[in-house]
C-alpha cells in the first residue's frame, strides 16, 4: 500500500476533523493552550499524566467538558496545583 504524505494545511485539516469527532463522540473539546479562562458552562480536565504548563508535553493533555456529561464520569477534583488561575479542575482516576 502506498503512503501519501499530506501537505501542512491537509494536517492541520486532518488534526481539527479528529478532534470534531472528539467532541461530537466523547464529548471533549481538547486544548491546544490554556485557555484565560474557563468558559461557563464547561470543566477542565486532565489526564494523570504529572501536570505541565505545555499541553501536550510528556502526555499530558487538557481538555474541556459539560459539567454533567456522564461520559467524562472517572473524573474527580484535582488539587495538584496546576494552572491555579483557572480555579477548580479536574483530573481522570486511573
Given at each position: 500500500m502506498a503512503t501519501r504524505i499530506l501537505s501542512a494545511r491537509e494536517?492541520?485539516?486532518?488534526?481539527?476533523?479528529?478532534?470534531?469527532?472528539f467532541k461530537t463522540t466523547l464529548g471533549i473539546e481538547y486544548l491546544d493552550k490554556l485557555p484565560a479562562t474557563i468558559p461557563p458552562g464547561k470543566a477542565l480536565v486532565h489526564n494523570?499524566?504529572?501536570?505541565?504548563?505545555?499541553?501536550?508535553?510528556?502526555?499530558f493533555r487538557a481538555w474541556l467538558v459539560?459539567?454533567?456529561?456522564?461520559?467524562?464520569s472517572r473524573r474527580v477534583v484535582c488539587d495538584c496545583g496546576?494552572?491555579?488561575?483557572?480555579?477548580?479542575?479536574?483530573?481522570?482516576t486511573r
Open positions: 494536517m492541520k485539516a486532518e488534526g481539527q476533523a479528529i478532534k470534531a469527532r494523570n499524566v504529572r501536570p505541565t504548563r505545555q499541553l501536550g508535553l510528556r502526555g459539560d459539567p454533567d456529561d456522564d461520559r467524562q496546576w494552572a491555579p488561575e483557572l480555579g477548580k479542575h479536574y483530573r481522570l
